[in-house]
């Protein structure tokens, strides 16, 4: 009896041994199908008379789109040191109780694969498409692109236009250009925003001296609909390498 005791223990440390590559490979539980849920927002141009989607202003024709937002799924995994059994303990040469601290340098954990059902991308992200009908480049330098949403200024340390800033268009070329807003976690269900141009260079003279300035207002509505999907929550437990154990825990 002792004998066929010493046997399966000796089975289970080299079926132990052969599985670990500093992954998690025991005990691992079905998974669980788990309901995914988040809000994209729809957002839609607030055009009139005086405030188009197009506006044309000293050779300049300017349009504001709004990203196409998407749901993309993906997985949070977590790793944590926990207690084995006693049976797990006994079959694995676990030593050191709760540290799960194995003599061959590995420690017992828990790993934990949760589904994510995220929104790209996840900010308010508009594209400046330019038509340059002027004789002369167009240059972003020098302009500021400000965001209003619902109602209030957005700080500009919560905003991007650094590429338009940068921007640049040929004479009788066209151009798209992105500026980024704030987060979609910052929006409420249902509001407005409105994305200010100012001091956009509309006209220079023979030596490139700017001659004419333009400041260019657009307003949208936006609505946050909700998406759903499934995943499958993982878990399972087991032994990992001190060292990639380790390296888990610094990317948590």
Known sequence: MKKQLIIVQLLIVSASAIMLTGCVTQQASPPQTVNLTCSLPKIDVIADNVNKQTQSKGGLDITVVPAIYKTVRSDRTTVTQVEADAGTQIGLGLVGGLTG????GKVYVEQVTTPLLMVEPSRLVFTIKIHNQLNRVFHGQGAVVQ????GKLIPFNNTDYKEFSGGIVPPLND??????GPP???LKDKGTITIFLYDVVTATDVAGNTTEKQNYTWDFSYTMQNATATGELKKSRGLMDIGEY???QQMQ
């Open 246 to 248: 380790q390296r888990q």
């Open 147 to 150: 965001f209003n949403v619902d």
């Open 184 to 186: 979609l976690e910052s």
């Open 101 to 104: 601290q194995s003599t061959q």
């Open 175 to 180: 151009g798209d250009i992105a500026i980024y």
